[in-house]
C-alpha cells in the first residue's frame, strides 16, 4: 500500500468517517490530497523511487522469510490459501471484506468525491486511489475524468473487428474481440520495440491503460447496442463523468441508472489479485504482454460460469423462481425452491465465496442503494427473501464454508430495475470495472520490476512418492 505519515491528513478523514475505529487500524498513513497537482502521471513518478526503494529493502532483509506451509489439499484444490502474489491495489479479508489500499467500501463511500447531485463515489476516485494510495480532492477527480475522455476515441477497425463476428455471439466474446482490435494501438509494444530501457517500462503502461480505461465502456456499449438496440449506437458525452457516460450509451439516462453505474463500477473494479481475472492479467503481463494482451485474456478468464458469469446466472434463476412460484412467494415455499435447486445438483447462484465467510460488504452496499432508491421492487424483494433463508439451507447441508450472499446475488435485480434486462450482458459490466484493478497493478507491475510469474508444478506420481516418503521418515 502506498500510504504516508501525515498526522493532520489522518486526522481530517477521521472527522470525515465519523472517528471510525475500523480505520484507524487499518489504514495507518493516508494523505488527503491537495487541488493543486492535478496530473496523476506526475503523482505516480514521485511515489515510484520510494515504493522501489520499499521492495528492494524487503526483499533483501526478509526474503527468505517463509509467508507459510504448502498442502497436499492447496495443489490439488486450486492454490486456495496459498499465499503467492504481490497484489498492492486491494487486500481481501475473509471476515470484513474488500479494502481499497486500506479502505473498506463504507469508508471509500465516505472519503471518495461524488458527482454534483449523487451520493456513490465516482469510479476516477477510485482509479487515483487504487494507484496513489491516496484519496484525491474533487479537482483531481474532474481532472482525470477530463483526461479520460480524451482518450476515449476508438478507432473504426475495432468496430469493424467486433461487426465480424456474429450478432448472437456472446457478448464477452465480442467485448473481448474489441479489446483484442485495440491492442493494435499499444504504446508498450511500439516502446519495447524501439528498445525502451526496463526501468521505463512503466510509462508507456501507464498510457496503455489509461486508454484501455478509456475506452473499454464505448466498445461495451457498443456491444450492448448492436445485440440488443439494432446496432443504433449512442455517442459518447464528455461532460458525463465515467460512470454517467457509460450509462448513457448504454442507452439510460435515468438519473439513478447513472448513479448505480457509478456505484457498480466501483466495487467491482477490484477483489485483489488471486480471483481468476485479477490472477490471468498479472500472469498475462508478467511475459511484458501489453496491458491489451493482459486485459483480454482476464477478461476470458472472467466469461467462465465460475467467475464473472456468475451475475447472469443469479437473475436468470431468480427469475425461474418467479415463473414457477409467482412474485408472492413464502419463504416456505422459497426454501422448498432451494432445496428443489440443490438436490437436482446444482448450486445457488450468488451464494458462497472463495476467501469471504461473512456476507460480502459488495452485497451489503447494493441492498443499502435498494433500500434507498428501490424497495418495493418485486425482486428486491424476493433477494431480500432469499437472504433470509437460503443461508441456514446451506449451513443446514454442511458442505458449503461461506453460506452467506456475495457481490452476484444483488446486481443483477438493481439494473434489471433501471431497464438493464439482458442477463447474458451483465459480466461485460463486470468486465469495464475490473479494468480499473487490473489496469492499476499492472502500472505497478512495470513499475516495481515484478518478475516473470513461473510456479513450480507436480504430477500425481510426484506428490504420491512425496507423500510416502514424508509418511515414512
Known amino acids: 500500500m502506498v500510504f504516508f505519515r501525515s498526522v493532520s491528513a489522518l486526522s481530517r478523514l477521521r472527522s470525515r468517517v465519523g472517528q471510525q475505529s475500523s480505520l484507524s487500524n487499518s489504514v495507518r498513513w493516508l494523505q488527503m490530497q491537495s487541488s493543486t497537482d492535478l496530473d496523476l502521471k506526475s503523482q505516480l513518478q514521485d511515489l515510484i523511487p520510494e515504493q522501489q526503494d520499499r521492495l528492494k529493502k524487503l526483499k533483501s532483509e526478509h526474503g527468505k522469510v517463509q509467508l507459510g506451509n504448502i498442502t497436499v489439499d492447496m495443489v490439488i484444490g486450486g492454490m486456495r490459501g496459498m499465499t503467492g502474489l504481490l497484489w498492492e491495489t486491494s ?10 489500499r486500506g ?30 494510495g491516496k484519496v484525491p480532492s474533487k479537482e483531481q477527480v474532474e481532472a482525470l475524468s477530463k483526461d479520460l475522455a480524451s482518450r476515449a476515441a476508438v478507432p473504426d477497425y475495432v468496430y469493424n473487428a467486433i461487426d465480424a463476428l456474429p450478432s448472437t455471439a456472446h457478448p464477452m466474446t465480442q467485448f473481448a474481440s474489441g479489446v483484442m482490435a485495440l491492442q493494435v494501438q499499444s504504446e508498450f509494444q511500439k516502446a519495447y520495440e524501439s528498445g525502451i530501457h526496463k526501468s521505463k517500462f512503466w510509462e508507456p503502461t501507464y498510457e496503455d491503460c489509461l486508454n484501455l480505461i478509456a475506452r473499454v465502456p464505448v466498445v461495451a456499449a457498443y456491444v450492448y447496442r448492436r445485440m440488443y438496440k439494432n446496432g443504433d449506437s449512442i455517442p459518447s458525452d464528455k461532460s458525463l463523468d465515467y460512470g454517467a457516460n457509460f450509462s448513457h450509451m448504454l442507452g439510460f439516462d435515468d438519473e439513478k441508472m447513472k448513479e448505480l453505474m457509478r456505484l457498480y463500477i466501483t466495487i467491482h473494479s477490484d477483489h485483489e489479485g488471486g480471483n481468476v481475472s485479477a490472477h490471468t492479467g498479472h500472469l498475462v503481463g508478467s511475459a511484458l504482454s501489453d496491458p491489451y494482451l493482459s486485459f483480454a485474456a482476464a477478461l476470458n478468464g472472467l466469461a467462465g460460469p465460475l467467475h464473472g458469469l456468475a451475475n447472469q446466472e443469479v437473475l436468470l434463476w431468480i427469475k425461474s423462481v418467479v415463473e414457477e412460484c409467482g412474485e408472492n412467494i ?44 428501490l424497495p418495493d421492487d418485486p425482486l428486491f424483494q424476493l433477494v431480500s427473501k432469499l437472504y433470509e433463508v437460503v443461508p441456514p439451507v446451506l449451513t443446514e447441508l454442511g458442505k458449503v464454508k461461506n453460506p452467506w450472499p456475495n457481490v452476484d446475488a444483488h ?25 480499473l484493478g487490473i489496469c492499476s497493478q499492472l502500472i505497478w507491475d512495470r513499475a516495481l520490476g515484478l518478475a516473470l510469474e513461473r510456479p513450480k508444478s507436480v504430477t500425481m506420481d510426484w506428490l504420491e512418492a512425496h507423500c510416502k516418503k514424508v509418511s515414512s521418515a
Do not use: M
Open 91 to 100: 487486500l481481501l479479508d475473509a471476515d470484513e471484506g474488500i479494502r481499497f
Open 411 to 435: 446486481s443483477g435485480v438493481l439494473l434489471n430495475h433501471y431497464g438493464l434486462t439482458e442477463a447474458r450482458y451483465y459480466t461485460v459490466l463486470f468486465g469495464v470495472s475490473r479494468s
Open 103 to 132: 479502505l473498506s467500501i463504507p469508508e471509500c463511500q465516505k472519503v471518495l468525491p461524488a458527482a454534483p447531485s449523487g451520493a456513490e463515489p465516482l469510479p476516477e476516485g477510485l482509479l487515483w486511489l487504487l494507484l496513489t
Open 330 to 373: 413464502s419463504k416456505e415455499q422459497l426454501k422448498e425452491y432451494v432445496w428443489k435447486t440443490l438436490n437436482s445438483g446444482k448450486v445457488v447462484p450468488g451464494y458462497g465465496h472463495g476467501v469471504l465467510r461473512k456476507t460480502d460488504p459488495r452485497y451489503v452496499c447494493q441492498r443499502e442503494f435498494a433500500l434507498k432508491h
